[in-house]
């Protein structure tokens, strides 16, 4: 259907724009922009449309008198046809907590999550504690391995409590150089990061985290990771003693013949 099917979107005003913007076919739109009634709230009512077309909505970034209001860019920035690069473009005006809910939106392209993603870490240094708190709560994985990077206690906590965090980025903050004692420790007291074993393996290399806890942990190691944590230059000296000593503990444990069959106990009432 052609725009010529509708020659009121020119000049319709009030109730019978409104009612345009709802029901004209996404390919019969385009000159609803030539209307001078078609303003702000007429756009950002009819960007509430999922069906628009990507060619409409670059005609829509060509008229920069919209795009200085706020609401018509972050509804073009999360129109899932809005051209990537000019998706891109907008993701730089949007404020912080729109650019969370951007990064967690269904459907978002990867690039432009990974972008989002990336704006906020870096607006991380400048946000006060309070809203930080907040984000670690419900942000994406990396926004929360960031926030817990930066070891504050609450927002530690709040972090590590976050459903989006992943094993791999938990993994990743335990790999940085110099990490706050405050991660690795509030992470070991972790009733749910201190039993998935990975994390235990990196635990075990971080110098904050107590004696107790890593010898806790050795018994839960296999074999191999102790030998490989136990080599030269891994771990303190005094460290790889007790890996050491844990690892001749195993290799003198009897181990079980697996032919020889459990005695019976009714047999052995017999007797």
Do not use: C
Not at 57 to 77: G, P, S
Not at 83 to 91: A, D, M, N, S, V
Not at 204 to 216: E, G, N, Y
Not at 247 to 265: F, G, H, K, S, T
């Amino acid at each position: 259907m052609t725009s010529e099917a509708f020659p009121a979107l020119r000049t319709a005003t009030g109730e019978a724009l409104v009612r345009l913007i709802h029901e004209v076919p996404s390919s019969a739109l385009l000159p609803v922009l030539e209307n001078p009634a078609f303003d702000e709230t007429s756009l950002s009512l009819l960007l509430q449309r999922r069906d628009l077309e990507a060619e409409f909505l670059a005609e829509v970034l060509q008229r920069r008198q919209f795009l200085k209001n706020y609401l018509i860019k972050k509804l073009l920035a999360f129109h899932p046809h809005t051209p990537r690069t000019e998706g891109l473009r907008l993701l730089r005006d949007l404020y912080l907590m729109d650019l969370v809910q951007f990064a967690i939106s269904p459907g978002v392209l990867p690039d432009l999550k990974h972008k989002a993603e990336e704006q906020v870490i870096a607006k991380l240094p400048q946000i006060p504690l309070g809203q930080k708190i907040t984000l670690a709560r419900r942000s994406p994985a990396r926004i929360a391995g960031a926030l817990l990077a930066e070891g504050q206690p609450a927002v530690v906590r709040a972090a590590l409590a976050n459903p989006n965090l992943t094993e791999a980025q938990v993994l990743r903050v335990l790999a940085r150089g110099k990490l706050p004692p405050t991660v690795p420790q509030s992470i070991a007291q972790d009733l749910k990061w201190s039993h998935v074993y990975n994390v235990r393996l990196a635990l075990i290399r971080q110098p904050s985290v107590s004696l107790a806890t890593v010898l806790a942990f050795l018994p839960e190691l296999t074999v191999v990771d102790l030998r490989e944590l136990a080599a030269p230059g891994i771990l303190p000296e005094n460290l790889r003693k007790y890996l050491q000593r844990e690892i001749q503990q195993r290799l003198e444990r009897p181990v079980p013949n697996a032919e020889e069959p459990p005695e019976d106990p009714d047999e052995r009432n017999l007797e």
